[in-house]
């Protein structure tokens, strides 16, 4: 009996030893392993759902009728499309959530993929490549290769224990980061005051629900944009939506984490209203179609923060939403009569004559730098000074896509400028090689973070990095999409409004789950 004993405490002692943390003592504990079930069922879907993405939707578009030229652009777009679909469904299949190089991956599939190669197999692109064949085809190499580098990063990231974040006795940083409890009661405030300068300064809750054209032209009108510079009408615009949207995701995954807060009417009265608000600065029929599906993306995530059923149900679908829902989802941005006609023989054809311009704009934008130059950092120092009016810094740089848009010669310069191109303008291949490294590096460390902190062990209903995160990916769309300066303004409001709120002390976290 002794020994039985002596056996059991020596089993416990090796179990109690053993590391609570991946790759050893300093790490947090990695997310629970799916359940069974769902590995049967991934394991069933995986053969048809890589066969898809992979082998039988390039396979359909490869047989489409048109003049396109099977040459070496055809083949390197049908191996970019290939990989970008099995690296999305690695993610879709993956056994924990891959938040932001999911999304990435469904970026690059689509509209670096799917829609370039629908492009190149019927003999059309959205906007005119004014250079050579042989741009076409450097560009489809250095998207290639840029990709390379952001899952080489994200293998750096894996190999790379996380340190454990606990507090520590030592003082207050130790901890996860937070929400304080009163400083997110001072963004609701901010929130609401904010929204409401902008709802007001547009002429009331009646010109959100109307088009985006009405929109435009009311902030023409009412005098915050002065010529030649919109940091004024971005600023307005950005603090009025921001706030609004960072508190309902907050307030969102406290319902959704905490029973307590549930049972609280004054909370649940607060996400109500926020709601409301949100449906008004936040709607889809007067805002862009990627900031809505920044919202909605954010939204859904925080919402349903632990369900990987609608973690690969987004990445799915969004394939499919994107074939054939989103060209027509600018339906409210015209005036009525005034809204482009939609003409389609093909579920193809919106892929050709429509919003996917990623690719022959960086194959202009090559050669627009090589009758140009590079630009070394001056493109990517307008953007990180966003701020800056015109008034003040009259050498700013324009967007990218507007001065390679001015550069070809057209009237409408609102042209894509893929993150690709913004590298590639500064840095050339050697600096786009290197800021996706860095870029798939950071995304595989913020995956991994997300996991743990939308887990029950993670830092609670408060947790900053469980808002963050999916902020960051339903955003990723925008900023991979481009141009960067118009990108960035309401990324940086997100990012303040967070660091404002943002603290590492428990505040007594048990307390409010």
């Not at 048109?66 to 690296?87: E, F, M, N, S």
């Not at 990435?104 to 599939?109: D, G, H, I, K, R």
Request: aromatic letters at 10%.
């Amino acid at each position: 009996m002794t020994s039985v004993h002596t056996s059991a405490r020596g089993e416990a002692d090796r179990v109690a030893a053993r590391p609570a943390w991946p790759g050893g003592p300093g790490g947090p504990p990695e997310p629970p392993e799916r359940p069974i079930a769902w590995s049967m069922l991934s394991r069933a879907l995986s053969v048809p759902l890589v066969l898809g993405l992979v082998c039988f939707l390039p396979a359909v578009i490869a047989a489409q009728p048109g003049p396109g030229v099977r040459d070496t652009a055809y083949w390197l777009q049908l191996v970019l499309t290939c990989y970008a679909g099995a690296r999305l469904a690695t993610m879709i299949l993956s056994t924990r959530r891959r938040l932001l190089q999911g999304v990435f991956w469904m970026f690059v599939y689509i509209a670096m993929g799917v829609a370039p190669f629908a492009q190149v197999v019927i003999g059309q692109t959205p906007t005119p490549m004014v250079g050579p064949r042989q741009d076409l085809v450097t560009a489809i190499a250095m998207i290639l290769v840029g990709c390379a580098a952001y899952d080489l990063g994200a293998l750096l990231a894996s190999r790379r224990p996380l340190r454990r974040r606990t507090p520590s006795a030592r003082g207050p940083g130790g901890g996860p980061a937070r929400a304080h409890p009163v400083r997110l009661r001072l963004l609701v405030l901010l929130a609401f005051a904010a929204s409401a300068f902008y709802v007001l300064k547009l002429g009331g809750p009646a010109v959100f629900f109307s088009s985006r054209q009405e929109i435009n032209e009311t902030v023409a009108a009412s005098g915050v944009v002065t010529e030649g510079s919109n940091v004024g009408s971005a600023f307005i615009k950005g603090f009025g939506q921001v706030p609004a949207l960072l508190a309902l995701l907050f307030y969102t995954r406290r319902l959704a984490t905490s029973r307590r807060a549930r049972r609280t009417p004054s909370t649940v009265l607060v996400w109500v209203a926020l709601a409301a608000l949100n449906l008004v600065v936040n709607n889809p029929v007067s805002n862009a179609r990627y900031w809505f599906l920044t919202v909605l993306m954010a939204f859904v995530f925080t919402a349903f923060p632990s369900s990987a059923a609608f973690y690969r149900t987004v990445l799915t679908t969004g394939v499919v939403g994107a074939l054939v829902v989103f060209p027509y989802a600018d339906k409210f941005r015209y005036e009525e009569g005034g809204e482009r006609p939609v003409q389609s023989a093909s579920v193809f054809d919106p892929l050709v004559t429509k919003d996917y311009d990623q690719m022959v704009m960086f194959a202009n934008t090559i050669s627009w730098v090589d009758t140009r130059g590079h630009t070394y950092g001056r493109q990517l120092t307008g953007s990180a000074l966003f701020f800056v009016p015109r008034a003040v810094w009259s050498g700013k740089p324009e967007d990218t896509g507007v001065r390679v848009g001015q550069w070809m010669g057209l009237r409408m310069t609102n042209l894509s400028a893929p993150l690709w191109t913004e590298f590639w303008v500064d840095l050339g291949p050697a600096g786009m090689v290197g800021g996706f490294a860095l870029i798939g590096y950071a995304a595989a460390r913020t995956d991994r973070r997300y996991a743990l902190a939308v887990t029950r062990a993670g830092p609670g209903p408060g947790s900053v990095l469980a808002i963050a995160a999916p902020l960051i990916a339903g955003y990723t769309f925008i900023l991979l999409r481009g141009p960067l300066l118009q990108a960035v303004g309401k990324l940086a409001i997100a990012a303040l409004c967070l660091v404002l709120i943002t603290t590492f002390r428990e505040q007594r976290a048990a307390r409010r789950r």
